[in-house]
């Protein structure tokens, strides 16, 4: 009933910023947190209309009206269902570390400035303008109130969730005191009907789909990765892993319906799934519960869920703000490399400037840049006389060869200082990429000029098939590496001309 609660104003406001009609983000927040909550990837999960989705529906919904944006989001819900089937998003554990903790850090922050715009009213004019004298004093008193019994309730007894008691105690007050402070419905009515299904009304054509599809795409993208990142969340505070790809297929069926019956479409809420599960919902019967209150609340109460002050949800959406945002990382931040703390502050400046989606990619970029970095200064070789063959030099390279490294393995070798017969050695070390392989052909070139011998030790089967000039300097071993090389075969075959 808590997250149902919280889930109003939210749905409603972000219908707001979309451009659409309160009702249509009541209807996705209804649908999608149902129908994920039945078949999603993780128990307890809370999912509706979010802030990061419907930032990108407002220029479609402005430049071609809602009826293309029900259209995307049935477009959306498809692509999702795909990435689901093809199992996509295992991709997510991609994601490092410093990268999550960005995440959370600026998903927290963007909550909670989120919050700040419910201090503004309409005055007579129409206009949006902040709140001021005694209206404003009252509001902040509720914020506070609202927050110290969520926070001091929990102390005494947990029978009650503390953040249901501080709703219903906050807007008890200012009922019985007719306290002159915004309430939910002075954004706009709640009351509604059962969502009716209708075919979204846009010409079927190429036209269509070239003005919706990068839409689609982009959304879908963002929904999978925001609900992928609160998975994890979620399921590192109930101990529970995987679930990845269904959960792209719960949110690709329920964005799917969701266009169908006039819904803005949806994805995972941090927020609203924080609450759940950090109140002891960890079953779907949690996430159902909420799905279905939220609905009797449109059916049946709307008139006295109209009267809940604003500024005690926005209470209850600071104290999501404190317990979402990781606060060790800020001591982390002088403990780890300085490469990860930058990753942490980049990926939080980011999701606050820009959104969730790009901030991840920002993230994941920089990491495996950093990582490429490290790595090239890793591969080294230790230079030995040949207890085999006599007048023989070897080396034996130690770290991983790919493109970073590349140069670095080059710079090993004396191709004029070593004798005839030279040896490399690859058992402690891994040919990644074709970068890797050409570094391999390369020296064996130079070698080759000077009219000295190179045989290769220690590489796998794809190393025999790859390499076309040196392949046959491969001696083979019965303790040779099984892994495979990251390179497209018939791709690999085309660049060294075979």
């Known amino acids: 009933m808590t997250v149902a609660l ?26 999608v947190g149902l129908i994920t909550a039945i078949i999603g990837g993780r128990p307890g999960m809370i999912s509706g209309a979010t802030g990061a989705l419907a930032v990108v529906m407002v220029s479609l919904v402005a430049d071609h009206g809602a009826q293309y944006l029900f259209a995307t989001v049935v477009l959306m819900g498809v692509l999702q269902i795909l990435a689901g089937v093809f199992r996509l998003g295992k991709f997510i554990r991609m994601v490092p570390q410093p990268v999550m903790l960005g995440f959370v850090n600026g998903l927290a922050i963007v909550i909670g400035l989120s919050q700040i715009s ?54 008890g007050l200012v009922i019985g005191f007719d306290i002159p402070i915004p309430r939910v419905g002075d954004l706009a009515s709640v009351a509604g009907g059962l969502p009716s299904f209708s075919i979204p009304m846009v010409s079927i054509n190429l036209e269509t789909l070239i003005i919706i ?39 690709g069926v329920s964005n799917t319906v969701t266009g169908m019956f006039g819904g803005m479409g949806g994805c995972a809420m941090i927020g609203q799934s924080m609450i759940n599960v950090k109140s002891g919902g960890r079953t ?67 999701t606050v400037i820009a959104d969730l989606a790009i901030a991840v990619v920002v993230g994941v970029i920089v990491s495996a840049l950093v990582f490429a970095w490290k790595s090239a200064s890793r591969i080294k070789a230790i230079e030995r006389p040949s207890r ?18 590349a140069n670095s393995f080059l710079e090993i070798f004396k191709p004029s200082q070593d004798p005839d017969l030279v040896i490399i050695d690859f058992a402690k070390s891994k040919v990644i990429d074709q970068s890797a392989l050409k570094a391999i052909e390369d020296i064996a070139d130079k070698y080759s000029g000077l009219g000295k011998k190179v045989k290769l030790r220690h590489l796998t089967r794809d190393c025999h098939r790859l390499l076309s000039k040196t392949g046959q ?15 497209d075969y018939e791709v690999k075959l085309g660049i060294f001309g075979k």
Request: aromatic letters at 10%; charged letters at 10%.
């Open 6 to 31: 919280a889930l109003v104003p939210e749905a409603i406001a972000f219908a707001f910023v979309a451009g659409v009609t309160p009702l249509s983000g009541l209807y996705a927040a209804f649908i």
């Open 118 to 171: 419910q201090f503004k009213i309409t005055n007579a004019a129409g206009e949006l303008v902040w709140m001021s004298g005694n209206p404003l004093l009252y509001s902040y008193c509720i914020v506070v109130l609202t927050m110290s019994i969520i926070w001091l309730l929990p102390k005494f007894s947990k029978i009650f969730p503390a953040t249901l008691v501080a709703i219903l105690l906050t807007s």
């Open 213 to 251: 599809f990068p839409y689609a795409v982009i959304l879908a993208a963002i929904g999978l990765i925001e609900s992928l990142l609160t998975l994890n969340l979620v399921g590192e505070i109930t101990n529970k892993k995987g679930g990845a790809s269904q959960e792209c297929l719960a949110q």
């Open 284 to 350: 779907r019967i949690s996430s159902v519960s909420a799905s279905l209150f939220l609905l009797s609340f449109i059916l049946f109460t709307s008139s006295l869920i109209e009267l809940i002050p604003i500024a005690a949800l926005v209470g209850v959406m600071f104290m999501v703000v404190i317990g979402t945002f990781a606060w060790n990382s800020i001591k982390l931040l002088f403990v780890v490399p300085k490469s990860d703390a930058l990753v942490i502050i980049l990926v939080t400046a980011v």
């Open 388 to 405: 085999t063959e006599e007048g023989a030099k070897v080396y034996e390279i130690e770290g991983p060869l790919f493109f970073s490294s």
């Open 473 to 487: 300097l491969i001696v083979d071993s019965d303790d040779d590496p099984e892994y495979s090389i990251a390179v």
